[in-house]
């Protein structure tokens, strides 16, 4: 019979059962397609990471995720915790990832006395924006009243930086009221066939200067919700950073980095913190060309508030090339 060892650890945590599951395969030489989805299913959390050679000897691993129904190109919490079991097993201090988004460079967090204690991660692409949906289709999935979406600074929008979420502003006071609603979701998989069958709902709520409560949805892939999900983070810091007026002001120049506070609290009463950043320098990626830093700021992309190089867009998605 063959054997492969495997490690379970709480991510986005500083306390045992709390923060988000993990099961890590340090060693999956061997598996195939088929049983690493099977066991990932058999685990049954969030995502299970499986760690090959890498492509490319210049990296560290190739390390594909699955959730419980299918693989993902990039996650958050699961390079935070595959990077923290192969640091404590001798890994260096900067670990490269290839992934199916692209390459995750992941920066091992040590105390005093060299043991392992947590990791940051920088996200394989840049902030991509896509399709935007209605106030009253999102509220329908979160179980509230199209009055609890705020659109004020966003419409709900697909974004991501490898790995899409919709991104919606809730009130305050919904964010805890939000159930999944199950139907709802196949509803709108079946209205917007750019979803691709997949639809994941990280709403939001601002908790103060530099600080979000997040909510997670993710019924139809088999997570209801995530406790943490790192990987929608990011997005919504790269997209928050994006709206900031200093930010428009300066045409996305500054080289300071913005760093943003998430605090998760989920039904199944596991509790997270993450920290999610996004360099101004990298800017985001203008969805009419893919320019950044942009050069004409408040003429582009009016639908969602953020600034391109392009000229002004028309409403809807924009076009490949403006």
Known sequence: MRTFPFVTVDVFTDRR?????????????????????ALAAEFNLSETTFVLPPENPAHTARVRIFTRQYEMPFAGHPNVGTGFVLAQRGGADRLVFEEIAGLVEILVERDASGEVVGATIAAPQPLSLGERFPAAAIAACAGLEEAAIRTTAHPPVHAGTGNPFILAEVEPEALSRAQPDFAAFRRLVEAHPGLKGRAALHLYAHAGPGAVRARVFAPLGGTVEDAATGSAATPLAALLLSLSPGRRRRGWTSPRASRWAARACCGRGRTARRMASAPASAGVACPCCGARPCSKPRECLTWTGLEGPCGPCPPGPCPPRC
């Open 17 to 37: 059962f709390g923060g988000n599951q993990l099961a890590v395969f340090p060693d999956a030489r061997g598996l195939s397609d088929a049983e690493m989805q």
